[in-house]
């Protein structure tokens, strides 16, 4: 069965701070992965998604980045956080183009301070 | 562009039925998705329709009326774990690129006694 490994679970980073969170899945090969960030009382943004190693599309401007080194290793990246940066960060996959639904990862609350 | 509208909070008491409303307005329409996410977790899969009708399953079901971009989601029975936001989502499939969820803001949902 398929599984998703998101971690770490809470992370709280100074302002200026970088940022590396990690995303593994398991069971599947050539997945489609995405970030989303929630911020509180907000809906999912998503933030970036990749069908393949090494291709990425950025959904919106910001200061993160992601990337795929391998097939099922997604990571989102910061340089320097800002604290807008601060949310419920979310990893999640899918398969191909069919309308199937995603499976999200258990998330990383991350606290910019 | 897409927009996606659904009530913010509702209340409804232990045993009784609900139902949550959702439209939305999108290009490259290829299915809407219902999510259940507790405080703190990560959205899980409840309901998915992509042909117009209702679709139901134990005490949720999910309505989908294609032409109106509306869709409702039906909780039946509730129960004090019933309480969580409930996100409608829906599916863009632009250019042959796999598909993406974009999703609302999420209603709240607080089952009391």
């Known amino acids: 069965s398929q599984t998703i490994h998101q971690w770490p679970a809470t992370l709280v980073q100074p302002v200026g701070s970088p940022l590396s969170l990690e995303c593994t899945v398991e069971g599947t090969s050539n997945p489609n992965l995405y970030w989303y960030r929630q911020a509180a009382g907000r809906g999912l943004q998503l933030l970036f998604y990749s069908v393949g190693i090494g291709q990425i599309s950025s959904e919106v401007p910001q200061n993160l980045s992601a990337s795929r080194p391998q097939d099922r290793q997604f990571i989102l990246s910061s340089k320097k956080l800002l604290l807008s940066d601060s949310g419920f960060y979310l990893c999640?996959?899918?398969?191909?183009?069919?309308?199937?639904?995603?499976?999200f990862g258990s998330g990383t609350r991350l606290t910019v301070v | 562009g897409q927009n996606i509208d659904q009530p913010t909070e509702m209340t409804a008491t232990e045993g009784a039925i609900v139902q949550i409303n959702c439209t939305y307005q999108?290009?490259?329409?290829?299915?809407l998705f219902w999510y259940q996410q507790h405080a703190g977790e990560a959205p899980t899969f409840l309901s998915y329709n992509v042909l117009d009708g209702l679709e139901e399953k134990g005490r949720f079901s999910s309505f989908l009326s294609r032409s109106k971009g509306y869709s409702y989601l039906l909780l039946k029975e509730l129960q004090m774990k019933d309480s969580a936001s409930y996100l409608c989502a829906v599916s863009r499939l632009r250019g042959g690129a796999t598909n993406k969820l974009i999703f609302g803001t999420g209603t709240l949902l607080a089952v009391q006694p």
């Open positions: 999108t290009s490259g329409f290829n299915g």
């Open positions: 999640a996959w899918s398969l191909g183009q069919v309308a199937v639904g995603y499976t």
